[in-house]
């Protein structure tokens, strides 16, 4: 099934464009539960049956396994082309004969582990290094991946590794990706970056992002890819034991996101469905992140992206003061076209 192609945006002063639903690789990774060869690669040959057609990567991810999948899955349709980002910072080797595994939360995952390399040749090394696991010769969008510890080294050696590397045609687009907005928005200000991915800080449970990330990104033309719209899951199921930014949410947290899930409710609107829709509603946002381990997930969540959900809705969430006064929201439009927000 091939839906309507989604308006594209581009990225900052790059040529290349993304739609406005794109799949996260990390879940098929097998991060914090196991996911299959055959799963994986049916997510990722659906995503594209459905128009989604940007997929976000790391090394990170599986320690390779993520940008394998995504390899063998496009070697199975080579037919396609869809915009890839992957990330770098953290290179990969082989695991120390009787060494634990380096997990990070990911199941089944290769015999490697992971090492910070922030310096010139350790950046190209990276890019070439996911090049042969994705299988191509050239990627879309190269990011800095989780610098928290590193700034002085992002401003030394990884960005100028990264501008050069997109000076020759490497690599499309440049940016970061982070959970945090302060060191964004310094390397956004500093640094001429094409986009940043920033995961949960700004979604229909917390928009921190708008106070900082996005006036800078606006001001110097550089775009927004949200992932984590979901805070971990609180904002698909907000239930107790519920999940939000990577562990078990408190109560204060949990209740907020029922008062949400309420008022969806009460529009006879999914919460996840408006989650998705809000995230991408701003115009500083380019598209947004959803991991999924199934094909039959991506569907749930390109459908949800694409369902109509009315003013009122919007309208009592700022009343309640559950959304910021000042937060972009999308306008209704029909149920057609691949799941994407706005």
């Known amino acids: 099934m091939n839906d309507t192609p989604a308006p594209r945006r581009r990225l900052g002063g790059s040529a290349v464009q993304v739609g406005p639903l794109g799949l996260g690789t990390a879940p098929l990774a097998g991060l914090n539960e ?3 060869d055959a799963d994986a690669r049916a997510a990722l040959l659906t995503a594209l049956d459905r128009g989604i057609d940007f997929f976000d ?4 991810y599986g320690v390779g ?10 070697a199975a349709r080579p037919s396609a082309a869809p915009v890839l980002a992957t990330k770098v910072g953290r290179r990969l080797r082989p695991l120390p004969e ?14 490697r582990e992971r090492y910070w390399d922030w310096s010139r040749d ?22 800095l991946h989780d610098p928290d510890d590193f700034e002085d080294e992002v401003y030394a050696t990884a960005y100028p590794a990264l ?25 956004v200000r500093r640094l001429d970056l094409d986009v940043v991915l920033c995961a949960g800080r700004y979604t229909l449970l917390e928009q921190g992002a708008a106070d900082d990330l996005f006036p800078a990104c606006r001001e110097r033309g550089t775009s927004v890819v949200l992932g984590g719209v979901y805070n971990s899951g609180i904002l698909a199921r907000p239930e107790p034991g519920a999940h939000y930014n990577y562990a078990p949410a408190e109560p204060a947290v949990l209740a ?8 969806c409710a009460a529009h006879g609107v999914p919460l996840r469905a408006a989650a998705l829709r809000f995230a991408g509603a701003d115009p500083v946002v380019a598209s947004v992140l959803v991991g999924c381990r199934a094909g039959a997930e991506v569907h749930d969540n390109a459908d949800m992206a694409a369902l109509p959900i009315p003013d009122a809705l919007w309208s009592d969430l700022r009343a309640q003061g559950l959304i910021r006064p000042d937060a972009a929201v999308p306008p209704p439009r029909p149920a057609t076209g691949a799941g994407g927000a706005p």
Do not use: K
């Open 163 to 187: 501008a050069e590397l997109r000076e020759q045609g490497v690599v499309g687009a440049i940016g970061a990706g982070m959970n945090q907005t302060a060191m964004l928005t310094r390397f």
């Open 65 to 74: 396994l993520a940008e394998e999948r995504i390899g063998a899955a496009l």
């Open 98 to 111: 009787g060494a634990p595994d380096d997990a990070h939360g990911f199941i089944g995952t290769p015999r």
């Open 34 to 36: 196991p996911v299959g």
């Open 256 to 263: 907020r996101a029922e008062a949400l899930g309420r008022v």
């Open 122 to 143: 350790g950046i190209r090394a990276c890019v070439e290094e996911s090049l042969r696991r994705l299988g191509r010769d050239r990627v879309d969008v190269v990011l």
């Open 57 to 60: 990567t790391a090394p990170h």
